[in-house]
C-alpha cells in the first residue's frame, strides 16, 4: 500500500508532462491549421429552379411535388476547389456531397458535360425552350461547364430556363 502511494506522485506528474506535451502539440496543430482554411482556395454554388415553378403547368405529372416550394435546391454555399477544378466538377462533387440527384452526359463534339436534369428537373420538362444553364460572376459562359476552369472567389449559379435563358439574364445563350 505504501509503494502505491509513492507512485502515485509520480504518476500524477507524469500524466501532467504528457498533457502538457499534448496541449502543446494540439495548440500549435490547430494554429497550422486554421492558418490553412483561412488560405484555402474556395467558390461559391447555388441550385435554383424558380423559373420551373413560375411554368408548373407545363411540368409533368409529379414534378413540381418534388421541386422546393422557394426555388432553391441548393442554396448558395462556399466549396473548396483545387487547381484545374471546372463548373462541372464542382458540380458533380456538390451534388455528391448534399445527396441531390443529377443526371448529365459527356458530349463529345463540344468536348463538356451537358447537364440533364438536376433534382429531377430535365431539360425540356417546362417545354422545348427549357434546361439548365451555369453562370459564373452573374456572367452566362457561350461554352460547356467542363471547360469553364474555376478561380478562387468565384460565384458558380446553376439556374433552370424555360425560355432559353431568356428568363434567367442569359440572353448570349
Known sequence: MISHIKKKPYCKVGLMVVLLFVSILFSGCSQNH???LESEVQCSISISCSTALEHAEQLPDGVLQM???DGWILEEITVPIQEGDTVFDVLL???LENDIHMEYVDTPVYDSAYIEGIANLYEFDAGE??????SVNEEFPNY??????VKDGD???WVYTCNLGTDVRGETI
Open 93 to 95: 462533387r456538390t451534388v
Open 67 to 69: 421541386l422546393p416550394e
Open 34 to 36: 486554421q492558418i490553412a
Open 144 to 149: 460547356g461547364c467542363s471547360s469553364y476552369q
Open 129 to 134: 425552350q427549357s434546361g439548365w444553364m451555369y
Open 155 to 157: 460565384v458558380i449559379c
